[in-house]
């Protein structure tokens, strides 16, 4: 594995395999056990640097750390020099001559924690970073569909919402295409990114077309915060037309699941029965979270530093 | 039949002349030392049962819980219970445990990839725990298995078996059931075979640095 978790792109193959197999072995060595705590990383220090809001990244991270021993610190944007001007730089600087190990950074800027690679000696792990990657995320819902489905290759995954705005859906189209996943968006043509046509994936504006021939249906957040344009006339219509309810749900093949990486807009872009049913991996892939965090962090602190 | 395979030169290893390099044990020699092993764990498991044992040989076997240490500790300990279970008719559980999260040496490589770990639905606590490895050396993998043990549960005893022990501990740890005392230089490496992980079953002995 390279030195850092940056994209999607950073993992080929054998790694992504390699993280899911280890996230695989520690759900499994953890499975049921009351000390759900392993002494591996003792004594390393991973800082959550986090300048954007999150609840389930940053506590995920958070967890996974603690679970492996290391001792976390958490920084928020928020109450911290940051609003007295300090630049991303001197921050992780001085988060470096603190003595962190590993850098988890959320930022609305794509491509800060590239930067900020450039910038510290430790890993730098990208937990978000504006509308680029999330690149953690991917990783926990490939986990979740293998969890699920028993394989990646060949299944057929349906990418449902605001493409343009998601760096879920980047990082997913990315690495299920390494994982040998076939992936078709399916998008408002105002809610597709401008070059769209060079990622390895089908283009659909049909979701009723899409659906009876997915395994995997992951639906994406209608990301008001970055809607300051008109994409789509009213949300109610963009409920008719993407929203996953029961009806288009009824569609779906007998096995196929329904994914979210939250936080929902429930009623928009998916119906709360929809969201609550048998199908629906949410609370799962929250969970498996942690696991693939924690695979990630020993992957990239457990060893040697050169 | 056992005692064809036990060492001339008495338990300790270091007092002997290491071995010349080659091959220490062939397959019929290792399934002979297994059985041996698997004899041997059927006597301690009935001497050590809390009830007083019947004397039967069985009392005390579905008190015992076999640990096999990854990589060839998991089919020594799948193999060993095999043997008991032929010799008495009473299966005996059997798990992995792997112990690389817990090893005291992870930054000195590169990073590994993890093993399997299984354990019995019983559990291990308040049982006696048999960790199961194929070779013991410095005793770092013993301490980290008894580290994993610590998390895992708590058994009412814990014991070690081990298909070859080579000597040059360092740490305080000795094993309980032993295949092979085998005395060998530093500099040696002591490799065991097994058909499920290797195609073959048999322990060799080579020169200098893997």
Same mark, same amino acid.
């Given at each position: ?29 953890? =499975? ?19 300048? /954007? ?32 001007? /300090? ?48 690149p953690?995320q =991917? ?8 969890q ?53 994936? /089908? ?80 609370? /799962? ?17 457990g060893?040697?530093?050169? | 039949?056992?005692?064809s ?11 002997? #002349?290491?071995?010349?390099?080659? *091959? ?7 399934? @002979?030392?297994?059985d041996?092993?698997?004899?041997q ?15 039967d ?14 990589? @060839?500790?998991a ?12 010799? *008495? ?8 445990? #792997? ?17 399997? *770990? ?17 070779v013991?050396f ?11 043990? @610590? ?34 230089? @530093? ?9 499920? *992980? ?13």
């Open positions: 594995m390279k030195r850092h978790l940056l994209e999607a792109a950073d993992l080929d193959r054998a790694d992504a395999t390699l993280v899911l197999d280890t996230a695989a072995q520690i759900d499994q060595a953890l =499975a049921g056990r009351e000390v759900k705590k392993l002494p591996t990383l003792r004594g390393r220090t991973v800082v959550n640097l986090f300048y /954007e809001d999150s609840t389930r990244t940053r506590i995920s991270f958070e967890l996974a750390a603690k679970r492996l021993s290391a001792d976390v610190i958490n920084f928020s944007a928020k109450g911290s020099s940051v609003s007295k001007g /300090e630049s991303l730089k001197d921050t992780a600087l001085t988060l470096e001559a603190m003595g962190s190990d590993a850098i988890v950074v959320r930022h609305s800027a794509s491509g800060a924690p590239h930067r900020l690679a450039n910038w510290v000696r430790g890993s730098v792990v990208n937990a978000g970073d504006g509308t680029h990657e999330h953690t =991917a990783l926990l819902d490939a986990y979740t569909i293998r699920r489905l028993g394989r990646l290759e060949g299944v057929r995954v349906a990418v449902v919402g605001d493409v343009l705005h998601s760096r879920v859906a980047r990082s997913n189209v990315w690495l299920l295409h390494t994982l040998g996943a076939e992936v078709t968006v399916v998008a408002p043509p105002t809610l597709l990114p401008v070059g769209i046509g060079s990622w390895p994936v /089908e283009v659909s504006y049909d979701l009723d077309t899409v659906l009876p021939k997915s395994d995997v249906v992951m639906m994406l957040r209608v990301q008001a915060e970055r809607m300051n344009a008109s994409f789509f006339p009213s949300a109610r219509e963009y409920s008719r037309r993407y929203g996953l309810d029961a009806r288009r749900v009824a569609a779906l093949a007998d096995d196929a699941i329904v994914m979210h990486p939250g936080p929902m807009n429930r009623g928009m872009e998916i119906a709360a029965e929809v969201a609550d049913s048998a199908r629906s991996t949410i609370v /799962e892939q929250v969970g498996n979270g942690v696991s693939v965090r924690m695979a990630v962090l020993y992957l990239l602190l060893g040697s530093t050169q | 039949m056992a005692s395979t036990e060492p001339a030169r008495g338990t300790a290893p270091r007092t002997g #002349d290491p071995s010349s390099a080659g *091959t220490l044990l062939t397959a019929a020699d290792v399934g @002979r030392v297994i041996r092993m698997a004899h764990l059927i006597e301690r498991a009935a001497t050590s049962d809390p009830g007083g044992g019947r004397g040989g069985t009392a005390g076997l579905s008190d015992l819980v076999l640990v096999g240490i990854p990589t @060839r500790g089919p020594l300990a799948r193999r060993i219970a095999a043997r008991i279970e032929a010799f *008495t008719g009473t299966p005996v559980d059997v798990g992995t445990a #792997d112990i690389t999260l817990y090893r005291d040496d992870l930054r000195m490589r590169g990073v590994r990839a993890l093993e399997p *770990t299984v354990l019995p639905d019983a559990g291990i606590d308040g049982r006696l725990v048999v960790l199961v490895d194929d013991l410095s005793g770092r993998s013993v301490r980290a298995a008894l580290d994993a043990l @610590r998390d895992l549960g708590r058994p009412r005893s814990v014991q070690l078996a081990v298909l070859v022990d080579r000597g040059h501990r360092e740490l305080p740890i000795r094993a309980d059931f032993v295949g092979k005392n085998v005395p060998t230089a @530093r500099s040696q490496q002591v490799r065991v075979h097994l058909s499920e *992980t290797d195609g073959v079953d048999e322990v060799l002995v080579t020169e200098g640095e893997s």
